[in-house]
């Protein structure tokens, strides 16, 4: 319980400097919060501002980097540019899929939304549809296919044509017995009513049925995923196979599947989830789609927090969100520390002992700890929870796989994909490491005239790329090329700035790849736009963020030990410590803000007997916090 800063015996200059920079307290803290990314923040604001089941003074939240937000990262100085906000790290949520980031942001803290896909933030606030999302354009393989660019339209991907450059014997079509002239898809294998998952398939029109109730969704979503938790493939439990070892047994080829990849954005690290994993997240979203939403916010779909009104309306950065839970803990009076990242956690007695990497030390009665696996390992063995944690708690620890994603951004003085190309929704799919996934929606822009597309500046997301397929278009070939790794152990940040005239010569390594990159990945597009003449000016500046080493994770199928849920182990790992885990790693939507929050609400309620939020549906309570989804 007390918090004090410890007399560091031999230290470097620079570690004594950390010292005496570090805060000097001798105070309570009843409850230690570890880490501020928003899994972290959120725990802090339900304890101490939402429910007030703690005194504010009595919760400390310590976060290792002199920022918020973790992998929640809203840039808004990049050099030329600053001010536009630039989320280089999570950047949106569904309003359906993710109920309780929506209530919380849009309900709870009273933030507006507007469309991820409407980049200008201008649509009316009650569209009911935003624009679509659609992959314009795949090149794939060196081959290229461009849809409808001015309809928004992608190119078909779903029927059979000779140009495709995959090889498919007739033995091996779409799976077994299976034309070729029909594409089947590795998601029909798990999904739809002839899913090789009897417990989902006997379902599946009814999970479906769009006029059913929440009430009446959720019960039948309940039952499924007590199916999915007791049923078995070939004898196997579905956490302990995973989506790849089925999509073989179902007919498909290694050449289908990098045909997958090829023309999706995906990954081939996803093929290995376990089966529950993936469908537990897949059939609660299909019971939640039947939330009613007020008209007043935007449609059943992505959106981005903004600020400001009428034309003055922008993208605030994901970051707002964290931001806001932070300054109302901290104004309710919590204590938050910057520039203390956890080295040991030990338990002693009742207490639990938090050492920092600046000499500091806390003494709290019960921690939250907001990592991922990365971090958490890297508070060593001997640190708890893991070190009493069970064998079953460790495993599924261990199942859980951080796969590899980098953004980047590049900025133009002339928004060329607006004005030249006409797109300003959509995506493309790229045959190249550097520009891997462009989307034309996503990133800062400002124009002097709104009405007029030749008077916007500002950035891109050029790319956009996730684990790691081919070992070159993926999150490891940007990490290959950051300035520094950011991991637990570096001390650094995720992002590498790169300006034009101000490049070493490892960053010009990247920048000619991601200029000639640009260019050639839009060849197909300005050929079909008829401006092969044009060519797209190198950008002033380019953000990187590589997420390699602390990325989103997936669960790998393992062999468990016991019958709980993960969530469940994860909430309190070490039975009978008073130590929990909470971060988008102990969630069930992986990736998503969504699974931080799923983790730091399920444990507040196990935990600390927190009432379910008056801003949430209480049926979503139930079944997944309460529940831990099972069912
Ligand atoms: C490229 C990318 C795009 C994404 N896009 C989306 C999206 O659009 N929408 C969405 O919902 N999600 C998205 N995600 C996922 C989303 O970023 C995460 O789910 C979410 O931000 C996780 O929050 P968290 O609090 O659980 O963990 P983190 O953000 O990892 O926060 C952990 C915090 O703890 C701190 N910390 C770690 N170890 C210590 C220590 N030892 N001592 C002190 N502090 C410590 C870290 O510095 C960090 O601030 C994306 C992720 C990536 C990488
Ligand atoms: C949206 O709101 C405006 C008024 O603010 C109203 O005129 C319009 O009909 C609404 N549209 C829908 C689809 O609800
Ligand atoms: C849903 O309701 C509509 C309108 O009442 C009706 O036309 C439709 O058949 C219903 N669908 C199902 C699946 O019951
Ligand atoms: C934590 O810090 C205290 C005080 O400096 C020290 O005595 C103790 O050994 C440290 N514990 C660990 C596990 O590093």
Known sequence: MRFTTVPVVAVTAIAAATVAAAAVVDDDCEVAIVGGGIGG???????????????????????????????????????????????????????????????????????????YTDPTASLPMNVTECPPENQLFTT??????????????????????????????????????????????????????????????????????????????????????????????????????????????AGFTPEQMAMEVGFSGGSAQFFNMNVLSLLTDSVRKMATKRLPLAATGPAAAMVVPVTGKGASRKRAGMASIVNKLIDEARAAGVRVYTNHRAVSVRYDDGDVIVNFSNG??????????????????????????????????????????????????????????????????????????AIVQPRYHDGPVQCTDPADVSTCRGGLLVSYAFGDDTGAKSGMWAASYADAPYSPISGKDAITVLVKDRL????????SALVDGIRSVHAPVLAARQLTSMTIDEPDVCVMASWFDVSLHISRPVPTLGTAASAELYAAPAEGLPIHLVNEAWGDAHGWAEGSLQSAERALHAYMKLPPPSWLNTVVHTAVIKNYNKG
């Open 41 to 115: 923040a959120y725990t802090a604001w339900r304890l101490a501002v939402d429910t007030k089941t703690v005194r504010p003074s009595k919760v400390c939240l310590f976060e290792a980097s002199d920022r918020f937000g973790g992998r929640i990262f809203s840039v808004d100085n990049v050099p030329g540019y600053e001010g536009y906000i630039t989320d280089v790290g999570a950047y949106r949520f569904h309003r359906t899929d993710h109920p309780i980031i929506r209530s919380l942001t849009e309900d709870a803290l009273g933030m507006e939304t507007a469309c």
């Open 140 to 249: 794939v393989r060196t081959v290229s296919f461009v849809g409808d660019l001015d309809a928004g339209e992608a190119p078909d991907e779903s029927t059979w044509t000779p140009q495709w450059p995959f090889f498919l014997a007739d033995e091996n079509k779409w799976g077994s017995g299976r034309p070729r002239s029909s594409r089947g898809q590795l998601v029909d294998v798990f999904v739809g009513p002839k899913s090789m998952i009897p417990e989902l398939a006997s379902r599946w029109v009814a999970l479906n049925d769009k006029n059913a109730t929440l009430e009446a969704a959720m019960a039948l979503a309940d039952t499924t995923l007590a199916a999915l938790r007791v049923g078995t493939y070939k004898g196997v439990p579905y956490n302990q196979v995973s989506v790849v070892q089925m999509a073989r047994d």
């Open 504 to 511: 070493t010569p490892r960053q010009k390594l990247l920048w």
């Open 360 to 433: 500091g030390q806390t003494e709290a009665n019960r921690v939250f700890l907001n990592m991922g696996k990365a971090d958490l390992l890297a508070l060593g063995a001997a640190s708890e929870p893991m070190a009493s944690a069970s064998e079953d708690a460790r495993r599924r620890v261990d199942t859980t796989f951080p796969l590899g994603a980098s953004k980047t951004y590049c900025f133009w003085p002339s928004a060329w994909w607006l004005s030249d190309l006409r797109l300003s929704t959509g995506r493309g799919k790229a045959d190249n490491p």
